[in-house]
Every structure is written in C-alpha cells, then in structure tokens.
C-alpha cells in the first residue's frame, strides 16, 4: 500500500511542478540477449542481465521505460540502479525509441538509439546489492526524453541489475 501511495504522490508532484526534483519509477523493464537467443523474450524477471561479448549469443543488454508519453522541460536527470552484482566494469546508457513492450521485445526488435549521446558510468571495485546514481543529463540536454533507455557495458563482465519485479526497480530524477 505504502508502494502505491508514495507512486501516486511522486506522479502528482511530478505534474505540477512542486518538487525540485520528481521521481518516475521504471514502468516496464527487459533484458534482450543476441546470438541463438536473438528471439527470446525475457520480460519479468528478477534481475535485469547486461554483458558483452564476441559472441553475439552471450551478449546482453537491458531496457528501461519510463512514461509512455514524451517527457519534456528537463535540465537534469539521475538514473537509480540497483546493482545486485557486477564486476568492475564501464556501463553504457543511452536513449531508445520508446516503441517497445516488455512482453514482446527481443534481441531483434529493440529499438534503435534515440541520439548519439551516450553516458558512460565506471564500476572500479565489485558490487553486491548496492544503489548507484547515475547522471544521464547530457542524453536530455534538448530538454526532450523518450522515455526509453538502453544499458549496455564495454566487456565481458555480467551485470545483474534488479529489475522491477524484485522490488528495487530503476527510478529517475528529474528536474
């Protein structure tokens, strides 16, 4: 009940206006995975699986929706990952059209990349059930968002992010 109430409050703020900064909870979450995978679908799961590789059927790279309407008028934005293992590692986010569903998106679908701009986000040391905060300003510097974003990573360390199902779903900040 709590869940709900504190979503409800952080939308009603959200659309006027009252908060410094407003908190959108991810509305739909997946992992897509290349290779002999290439058209399986994994929506609903625990945790979201990002990795890459050589070989197409090991890479991984999870999707995130926000609103399903465009956002606009933002100056900043903070990206809230829980990580719930990685290795040291370089995530890479980036925007992406925001026509896709959770249950029927897979490695040959996913959308294409909204902008060239991509935020990079460095993991030095191993991290087991932690929250990181990410500062994606620059992929909203036309004051415009999608609603869509893309993570990937730049080797072959796997990444479990908890996805929304697990309770600790990604979340952004946006003023």
């Given amino acids: ?17 009252t908060a410094a900064y407003s908190s959108l909870p991810v509305e739909q979450d997946a ?42 008028n933002i100056n900043k934005g903070i990206l809230h990952l829980h990580l719930a293992r990685t290795g040291a590692t370089k995530l890479l986010i980036e925007e992406i059209n925001n026509s896709w569903e959770d249950t029927h998106i897979d490695w040959e679908t996913q959308p294409e990349t909204e902008d060239t701009e991509t935020t ?23 004051k415009k968002f999608s609603g869509s974003l893309r993570i990937r990573n730049d080797n072959k360390t796997l990444v479990l992010i908890s996805a929304q199902e697990s309770g600790k779903g990604a979340y952004l900040e946006l003023k």
């Fill in 1 to 17: 009940m709590f869940k709900i109430c504190k979503t409800a409050l952080t939308l009603a703020a959200f659309l006027t206006g």
């Fill in 31 to 72: 992992y897509v995975r290349g290779g002999f995978y290439k058209t399986i679908n994994y929506p609903h799961k625990e945790n979201l699986v990002v990795k890459n590789s050589s070989d197409e059927s090991y890479s991984r790279s999870s999707l995130l929706k926000f609103r399903p309407r465009d956002i606009t």
């Fill in 120 to 142: 990079f986000f460095r993991i030095d040391t191993p991290q087991v059930n932690k929250w990181v905060r990410i500062d994606i300003s620059n992929l909203l510097a036309d």
